[in-house]
């Protein structure tokens, strides 16, 4: 267990729909990531947030949004949703200085039928 | 273009054997090279990450290798076990910035 806690852990929704996910980081951890990571497909860097401001801009599309609460928690949300999108979407989390070791959560499986 | 290249896609090795993947980058300015261990399904899990001033790490079975001169990486899992088998991510982060370079990844499978 990371101690990075991802919810929900598996969502179906069809085309067109808007969803959240939802990420809460390990305690004293500043930095949160998201990655979504397509059938057979490898990790893809979509945004990375520290201490509520965003830090770094991945592949993400305009339909996709991410936020970090002042707890720290973050949401990344998709709309618009296509039937391309269905993926896992993990939530990494890293603490402040030093190599920016990243924890990872157990993800979130989307299915846009 | 920043990249990381993994080789061989996939293995196959049996149980008890030893094994080396691969990862050639070409990420500059180079900050760290870490392996991750991912399960299918699951979050990638830290084997190691390495700066440039080392050459070796290991941890447990899995030992990982550092030239920075040839921008190589190699990760040796000595004495497979079943529960080796998993995908193991090579990834590379830029001294300037944040930004993290994965691999493609490498799937095992060790068998009986």
């Known amino acids: 267990d990371s101690g990075v806690t991802q919810t929900p852990k598996h969502l179906i929704t069809a085309t067109g729909q808007r969803v959240t996910l939802r990420c809460s980081p390990r305690?004293?951890?500043?930095?949160v990531y998201w990655y979504q990571q397509s059938l057979d497909q490898g990790l893809q860097f979509l945004i990375q947030?520290?201490?509520?401001?965003?830090?770094a801009k991945g592949n993400i599309l305009e339909r996709f949004s991410a936020q970090q609460f002042p707890d720290l928690h973050s949401e990344l949300n998709l709309s618009s949703l296509e039937l391309g999108d269905s993926a896992l979407y993990f939530c990494a989390s890293s603490p402040p200085g030093g190599h920016y070791e990243q924890y990872f959560g157990p993800g979130t499986r989307l299915t846009v039928t | 273009k920043n990249q990381v290249e993994q080789s061989p896609q996939s293995l196959i090795i049996l149980e008890g054997k030893n094994c080396t993947l691969q990862c050639n980058y070409t990420v500059s300015p180079f900050s760290n090279l870490r392996w991750y261990k991912q399960d299918t399904g699951r979050g990638p899990v830290s084997l190691t990450i390495?700066?440039?001033?080392?050459n070796t790490k290991s941890n447990g079975r899995y030992t990982a290798t550092l030239d920075a001169d040839t921008k190589q990486s190699s990760l040796h899992i000595t004495a497979s076990q079943l529960s080796d088998s998993a995908s193991y991510i090579c990834?590379?982060?830029?001294?300037?910035?944040?930004?993290?370079?994965f691999g493609g990844g490498t799937r095992v499978l060790v068998k009986p």
């Open positions: 390495m700066t440039f001033s080392e």
């Open positions: 990834v590379v982060k830029e001294a300037a910035g944040n930004k993290l370079t």
């Open positions: 305690s004293g951890d500043l930095s």
């Open positions: 947030y520290y201490n509520g401001e965003e830090r």
